[in-house]
C-alpha cells in the first residue's frame, strides 16, 4: 500500500515541527508530513492538517480532507506555571490573536485563573505594570520590560487529534491505547517530580488534579490502601455520576466502585483489561506507582469502548461511502398479493426486535431485499449494514474477511491489519447470505461468535467487544442438513429464532404483472405495449428462478423485441423448452393416472410437494396423508406409496433414498397445473 500523506499547514515553522514529531512518533515514521512550501495543492495529498482556522485563508481544503488541531499543555513545562502566584496579572504571547486566545482558554481550563492578557505582533493593548509573560517558544514576540516569563513550549497536538489522524488514515487505530498509556505514565513521572519537589499533599493533589483533567480518559488514583485520593473530570463524565469527588474522595475503592480491581504487587501492570459496568463496556489500564522502590498507590485509566468504537464507525462509515449502509427498504417490495402482504407484515414485526432473524426461501426471491427492509426499519437504521455471502466466500479467507487479521498474521496481510466484518458492523446488522453453505469450521466460529459477542483478529491477542444483530438467509432446508451432519445443530438453534419464508413468485403469481410493469420502466424509457398472450404465458410459467429470472426474461424481452411492443417471438429460450415440457406432459398421462385411482388423489399429493418446494423440504408418505386429510381427501399410507410410484414412474416426482422423503420435478408442476385447469373445467 502507498505511503499516506499528510500536509501540515502552520503559522510558525516550529509548530510544524512539533506536529511533524508527534505524528512520526505514533505512527513509527509510516506517514509522509509535507510543508505546505513543498506542495500547492491539496489533491496530491490524503489529509491536511491546520494548526488554526486562521492558517486556512487562501487553502481550498475540502471537508473530507480537513483537521483542525485540538491543541494540549505541555505537561512538561507545567512545572514552573503552578509556581506562579494564583492572582498574578500576566501576558499570554503568540504569534497571532486567536492562537493567544486558545491558550487563555486552555489555561483556564486547567484550573489557571492568572488574570490573563493576549499579547501578539501588532498587538495595541496597554501593558503598563505587567511584567510576567507565558509564551511558547516565541521569544523574539516578549514585549521588553518582562521581569519573569514562563516558557510553556510549543502547543503539542491533543490525544484525541492523532487518534482521529489514525482513524481517518485508517492506520495504527490499535496504537491509540498505548499512545494513550504513555502520555498517562509521562504525567505520573512529572507527578512524582512534583511529590518530591512539594512538602505537603494537599498541594501534591492540587498539581496533579490540573494534570489529570487534561486528558481525555477517565483517572481515579488510589493510595497503598486503596483509598480513592484523586479522580478527574473525564472519569465522572464516563461514569454518569454527579459530584463524584464529594461523594468518593477518602472512600475504600472496593466499597464504591466494587469492578475497579486493582493490582496487587508493585510491578504488575494491567493493560487493555476489558470490563462491563453497568451499561458500559470499559477498556481499563492500572499502573502501580512507586517512590523510592515503595508503591504508593495506583493509577487507573479507563475509557469507553462504546464511544471509541462509534467514532472510529462514523469515520469508516464516511470514508465507505455507502458501502456500509443499507440500499433498500419495504418500500423496494413490489407487491400487493394476499401471501406478500401477510410476509411483509410479519417483517415489520419482526423489524422491531432485536433478536437474530432466518430467512428461508428458494433462489431468486429476494432474500437480500427483504435483509435490507428488516435493517432499515430496526432501531439500527442509522448503523452500518454489511452483507457476506458464503456460497461466493473461500473458505480460505472466510475466516480473515470475519474476523479480520493483524498485520503480518499471514502472507500476504496488510502491514497494518484489517477489521474483520464483525468489527465494521458494530452497532449495526450483519447479513450471512447462503448460510447452509458455511463450512464446518467457519460454522464453530460463527457460533462462539453468537454466544460471546466478541471478536478476535487473526494474530490478535485483544478481544474486540462487538453489538451486532445476525440476519441469516439460506434456499437450503437447514434442518435436513442438521440431519445430513453437515450443519451445527446449535448454530441451527441459534439462529432459528425468528424464521422469515420469503414466498416463491409461484405463490404470489398476482404481483407478476406489477413485477413486469416496474421491471420494464427500470430497463427501458420507451413505453412498453405487451401483447395479452406474452402476459398470460408469464403468469402460468413456473419460474424457478423466481423474481430474479422474471427481471432477467424482461430485460431479454425489451432488448430483442421490435419497436415499442412485446410479443411471444420475443420470449426467451426457456419458453420454448417449457413447451416442450408441456407436449411431454400428454393429456393422456392424467387420463392413465385417473385410471389407476382417483385424479384428485394424485392433485392432493402434487399439491402437498409443490408447497413443500416453496419450503425448501422434502416430505414422506405420512406427512402426504396428514396433508389429504386436511384437505378433505381421506387416502391410506399404502394408497400413497402405489400413486407416488406411478407419478414417479411418469417422472413427475423424484423419491430419494430411504427417509429422505420425494420432491415435485418440473414436470410434475406442469401436470399439477394442467390438472387444476381440467377440475376448474369440470366444476
Sequence with gaps: MDK????VVAKDHRTHSVFANQINDFFQNRITILHESKISNTDEVDLVLVSSPKVMEGWNIPSEKLIIARRAINIAKMEELVTLPSDVRCLVVNNMLETSYETIELLRNLGFQFDMVPYYPGCKQPID?????????????????????????????????????????????????????????????????????????KELNKHLDTILNTVHEG??????????????????????????????VGKPVDEVL????????????????????????????????????????????????????????????????????????????????????????????????????????????????FAHSIHSLSKRRNGPFLPVNFAGLPESLAESELFGYEGGSFTGAKKNGKPGLFELAHNGTLFL???GDASPSLQALLLRVLQEKQVMRIGGQQIIPIDVRIIAA??????????????????????????????????????IPLLVDHFIRENTVVKVQMEPAVMHRLLTYDWPGNVRELNSVVQYMTSVMTGSTITENDLPEQFRETEQLVRETKRGDMEELEAKGELLSFFVILECLEQAKSRL???????????????????????????????????????????????????????????????????
Design 4 to 7: 499516506r500523506t499528510v500536509l
Design 129 to 201: 505594570g505587567i511584567h510576567t509573560a507565558i509564551y511558547a517558544e516565541g521569544a523574539e514576540l516578549l514585549p521588553r520590560g518582562m521581569q519573569k516569563v514562563v516558557n510553556i513550549g510549543i502547543r503539542p497536538l491533543d490525544v484525541s487529534t492523532i487518534i482521529e489522524l489514525a482513524v481517518r488514515l485508517n492506520t495504527n487505530v490499535d496504537r491509540a491505547n498505548l499512545y494513550a498509556a504513555r502520555y498517562i505514565r509521562e504525567i505520573i513521572e512529572h507527578s512524582r517530580r512534583f511529590y518530591r519537589t512539594l512538602n505537603q499533599m
Design 219 to 248: 483517572i481515579i488514583t488510589t493510595d497503598p490502601n486503596k483509598t480513592i485520593i484523586q479522580i478527574n473530570q473525564a472519569a465522572k463524565n464516563i461514569l454518569g455520576i454527579s459530584d463524584l469527588n464529594k461523594d468518593l
Design 258 to 369: 466494587p469492578w475497579l480491581s486493582l493490582p496487587e504487587g508493585k510491578e504488575q501492570i494491567e493493560v487493555n483489561k476489558v470490563q462491563a459496568v453497568q451499561h458500559l463496556n470499559l477498556v481499563v489500564n492500572n499502573t502501580p506507582i512507586t517512590l523510592e522502590d515503595e508503591k504508593i498507590g495506583v493509577v487507573t485509566a479507563f475509557q469507553d469502548v462504546t464511544n471509541i468504537q462509534k467514532v472510529e464507525q462514523e469515520v469508516r462509515k464516511e470514508l465507505q461511502g455507502k458501502g456500509l449502509s443499507s440500499k433498500y427498504t419495504i418500500k423496494d417490495i413490489i407487491g400487493k398479493s394476499e401471501r406478500l402482504t401477510s410476509t411483509l407484515d410479519v417483517l415489520q414485526k419482526i423489524s422491531a426486535t432485536d433478536k437474530t432473524v432466518l430467512i428461508l426461501g428458494e433462489n431468486g426471491t429476494g432474500k437480500e431485499l
Design 433 to 435: 447470505d447462503e448460510i
Design 474 to 511: 439460506t434456499n437450503r432446508s437447514l434442518k435436513d442438513l442438521v440431519e445430513e451432519g453437515k450443519f451445527r445443530q446449535d448454530l441451527y438453534y441459534r439462529l432459528f429464532v425468528l424464521p422469515l419464508r420469503v414466498p416463491s413468485l409461484r405463490e404470489r403469481r398476482e404481483d
Design 617 to 683: 423440504e422434502c416430505v414422506g408418505r405420512g406427512k402426504i396423508v396428514e396433508f389429504a386429510s386436511r384437505k378433505g381427501v381421506p387416502i391410506t399410507d399404502q394408497q400413497v406409496r402405489h400413486r407416488m410410484d406411478s407419478l414417479k414412474d411418469l417422472g413427475y416426482i423424484f423419491s430419494g433414498r430411504r427417509g429422505q422423503g420425494s420432491r415435485i420435478t418440473d414436470k410434475g408442476l406442469h401436470m399439477l397445473s394442467m390438472m387444476k385447469q381440467s377440475m376448474e373445467l369440470r366444476a
